[in-house]
């Protein structure tokens, strides 16, 4: 089991950055891939980012390549999101992941471990 606490999250203005965190505990000693979820109310969940355990490879979806990066600390087992430039389409409740694998998944079903989630709003 892998149990992941993302924070972060909170209010910003329009053209604004958060960083957002997530650090994963239990077994943590096996090869993982962690990625970025975020989901608005009412809709679908959708990729955000991904990252390789070894940290090389990363993915994005395209509205956020060139705004958001994705980066891994694996000691201390934590993954963070860079954004920059947000924009009021980047309001969501934003979810990090895991999956034990060396294979980067874009898809919700393929990741085992989930947090619960942390807010960004992007104020008027």
């Known amino acids: 089991q892998v149990q992941l606490v993302e924070s972060g999250g909170g209010l910003v203005q329009a053209g604004g950055s958060l960083r957002l965190s997530c650090v994963a505990s239990?077994?943590?000693?096996?090869?993982?891939?962690m990625g970025w979820f975020r989901q608005f109310p009412g809709k679908e969940r959708e990729f955000v980012a991904a990252?390789?355990?070894?940290?090389?490879?990363?993915y994005y979806e395209d509205s956020v390549k060139g705004r958001f990066t994705i980066s891994r600390d694996n000691a201390p087992n934590t993954v963070y999101l860079q954004m920059n430039s947000l924009t009021h389409e980047d309001t969501d409740v934003y979810y990090c992941?895991?999956?034990?694998?060396?294979?980067?998944?874009?898809?919700?079903?393929?990741?085992?471990?989930w947090g619960q989630g942390t807010q960004v709003t992007l104020s008027s």
């Open positions: 992941a895991a999956t034990i694998s060396t294979t980067i998944y874009k898809t919700v079903g393929s990741y085992d471990y």
């Open positions: 239990g077994r943590t000693g096996s090869n993982y891939v």
């Open positions: 990252i390789s355990w070894s940290g090389v490879r990363t």
